[in-house]
């Protein structure tokens, strides 16, 4: 588990444009190790490519995010990242890959001439049963539901000895019980040291599971505790009118 000193992620003064303008722009923000940060905003503020800069998937146009001290677009493979893409309409559907294989990724990162020994089988192992999903292990990823999917994608991280988890909208198109329950589990790994950061657009899911909140529309609206969120006018501001749509339907 991570025994870093500085923060598990650092953007300084970010600005990141897919064109001409920006759709990040300036926005500074530190989330310490062990901390489970939601990240939301309204539809196109800017979250995805938040987290995709934070596991250097892309470069920022200015400014800096470092992972763990070192630039997020260049990290040794000492500091894992896993990460779990947002499902868009079932894009793994068609995958003929099993659970087990997904999971093995993880041990490969950095090590791809390495042979595939007792102790990767063991770590792929405990990661399935550490998720719930070792039963599954031969099943076709592509007949999984959702929110065994997003299992998968967190046990090759756990298989990979990740100390930060990136979800994108982990839970669309989960059911209700299925979802408490993979929130549970998120705040399970969190409690055991790893650090999570995790786009939701239900922002009664992400007050009542994430010891942080960072709101975004391009800018930073807010970072703090939940309390303090639900206290500010930060919602309404970045939301603007479109705030209503994002009425959550938890007691
Ligand atoms: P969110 O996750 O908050 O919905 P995104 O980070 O996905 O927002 O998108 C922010 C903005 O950038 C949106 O206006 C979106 O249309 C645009 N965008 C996202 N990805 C791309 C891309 N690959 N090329 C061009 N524009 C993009």
Redesign the pocket.
């Given at each position: 588990m991570s025994d870093a000193r500085g923060p598990a992620v650092a953007f300084e003064d970010v600005t990141f444009a897919?064109?001409e303008r920006p759709?990040v722009e300036d926005v500074s923000l530190t989330v310490d190790p062990g901390a489970f940060l939601g990240l939301v905003?309204?539809?196109?503020?800017?979250?995805?490519?938040?987290l995709k800069l934070a596991i250097g998937l892309i470069r920022p146009d200015g400014g800096s995010v470092t992972v763990f001290d070192e630039p997020a677009h260049r990290r040794r493979d000492g500091r894992r990242v896993g990460y779990v893409p947002q499902d868009v309409g079932g894009a793994s559907d068609g995958m003929p890959i099993t659970v087990a294989e997904v999971v093995r990724m993880g041990r490969y990162p950095g090590r791809l001439y390495r042979r595939f020994g007792a102790d990767d089988r063991r770590a792929v192992a405990a990661a399935m049963d550490r998720v719930g999903i070792a039963d599954l292990a031969d099943r076709r990823v592509g007949r999984l539901s959702g929110g065994q999917r997003q299992r998968a994608f967190i046990a090759r991280a756990l298989a990979a000895e990740a100390d930060l988890l990136a979800l994108d909208e982990p839970t669309v198109g989960v059911d209700a019980e299925s979802r408490e329950a993979f929130y549970e589990l998120l705040g399970e790994l969190n409690a055991e040291g790893i650090t999570v950061v995790l786009?939701e657009h239900d922002i009664g899911v992400v007050t009542t599971h994430a010891s942080e909140i960072a709101c975004?529309n391009r800018e930073l609206f807010f970072h703090g505790d939940p309390d303090s969120f639900v206290e500010t006018d930060a919602l309404a501001a970045a939301y603007g009118d479109a705030h209503h749509v994002v009425a959550h339907d938890h007691p």
């Open positions: 897919y064109g759709v905003g309204p539809n196109g503020s800017g979250k995805t490519t938040l786009v975004l």
